[in-house]
């Protein structure tokens, strides 16, 4: 049955053989990196993605942010350790998501339609409307820390990411960090209390 | 170093905000794209794109510098109509000067004598500046716009491309293949019934995705969610085999290593 549905699979049970980049052949050596950034691009782009539109780019400019990732893992391919490239493609993606926030600030356009298009599909139509008002809502709460510590806030809360993995990913010192995280959390506390607040009323 | 408890697991309002991001998604055709992106960045070796690939970020940078030219532009005919007005004042109140102004070139060769010269002056000089398009080393360097149609110009990526070719990583496909987006569509649907705990569905999914695609471009992600599907199941030696042609077939995969966590689970 497996056999059937996976028709290409080689049946090798073969370990990966281990060699040097320098020993193969060039041919082989353009699949290596291709496979490789297929790879990362395959694992991280949902993360990647996710990251870009958490930090408030605008939706328009999400899919070119992730673009400019790739091309910049593209060519530093060679630099980024093996078991980093998460870390690398989410510190770029901040960094990229910045510049790209900045000129579209510098130029006026602030404004974005909310992304809370996704909703969850056995849900009913009253439901739907809740979800979609919760989702702009975050949006709202998250638009109101500055970028700095919606980054770092961001990637502990949605992502999951540990402080030493957060400092890691965006090349910052732990302590600011622990610091950023604590503001951007004292903060959020208080736009989501007024949001609730504007939400009862 | 301590962890402060996530907000997200609050139960208040401030968790309740946070939970509602659960269900983002990239929209359907963002993997596809980004793989393209990557397929084109990825054989052009040093990072170079394809030209069709190039992100709009790059085609903006590209942009700036069409901006600096046009000021520079603007700059030099500025400045050579200035240089050819005063050449004219010169000319109509300093004769002697004359012959100075003339060994200028261009734009003083054809600004002598009276006011009427200085329109060609300043028609000549933009002529020159617009040579802005053959400037742009367009064949040489990547183009760098982009459009909607940009990105389904290149070529679709292919599991095993034939080593020794030229651009390895492409392979002309007939018209009749089924589109990247397609395919990432229907396997995206395997995708979406795994995290909404229907792993059965998903394996359903599955099946369709290997018979509509006999030679899929995303066969890594899917026999990835079919060992996922299978371990939820508890079909764990079926996992056990699927993981095996996984690390077989997919030796220097990045997602080798998750297949592997994957059937940890299941407690092998």
Known sequence: MIDSLAPHHPPTLDEPRIELPSRRAPAQRRGTREDRLRDMVSEHHRSVWLFVRRLGVHSGDVDDVVQEVILVAARKLDRIEPGKEKSFMMGTAYRVASDTRRRRERRGEVSDEVLAETVDPQAGPEEIVAQRHTRAALDRVLDGLPPAMRGVFVLYELDGLTKAEIADTLSLPVGTVASRLRRARDLFLERAKRAEQRRAL | ?268
């Open chain 2, 1 to 268: 170093m301590t962890e402060p408890r996530r907000l997200i697991e609050d139960a208040g309002f401030a968790g309740e905000l946070l939970r509602s991001a659960a269900a983002d998604e990239p929209h359907a055709q963002a993997l596809g794209q980004a793989l393209k992106v990557a397929a084109s960045a990825g054989a052009a070796g040093a990072g170079v794109a394809t030209g069709a690939s190039i992100a709009p970020v790059a085609a903006k940078k590209s942009m700036t510098s069409w901006l600096l030219l046009k000021w520079l532009s603007i700059g030099a005919l500025a400045g050579g109509a200035t240089v050819a007005t005063a050449e004219v004042w010169v000319a109509a109140f300093e004769p002697s000067v004359r012959h100075t102004a003339s060994a200028a070139p261009a734009v003083s060769a054809a600004s002598v004598g009276t006011t009427e010269v200085v329109a060609p002056a300043v028609s000549t000089t933009p002529r020159q500046t617009n040579a802005r398009p053959t400037a742009v080393p367009v064949p040489a360097a990547p183009s760098k716009r982009r459009d909607a149609a940009a990105v389904e110009d290149v070529p679709d990526v292919v599991e095993n491309p034939p080593s020794g070719s030229g651009v390895a990583a492409f392979d002309p496909l007939p018209a009749s293949r089924p589109s990247l987006a397609e395919e990432q569509r229907v396997l995206e649907r395997a995708r979406r019934s795994l995290r909404q705990g229907q792993p059965d569905r998903a394996l359903m999914n599955l099946r369709s995705y290997w018979r509509m695609f006999p030679k899929p471009r995303f066969a890594q992600e899917a026999s990835l969610i079919r060992l996922e599907s299978l371990v939820s199941v508890g079909r764990c030696g079926e996992a056990a085999t699927e993981a095996k042609r996984f690390s077989g077939a997919h030796a220097n995969s990045a997602l080798r290593r998750r297949a592997e966590s994957v059937l940890r689970s299941c407690g092998r």
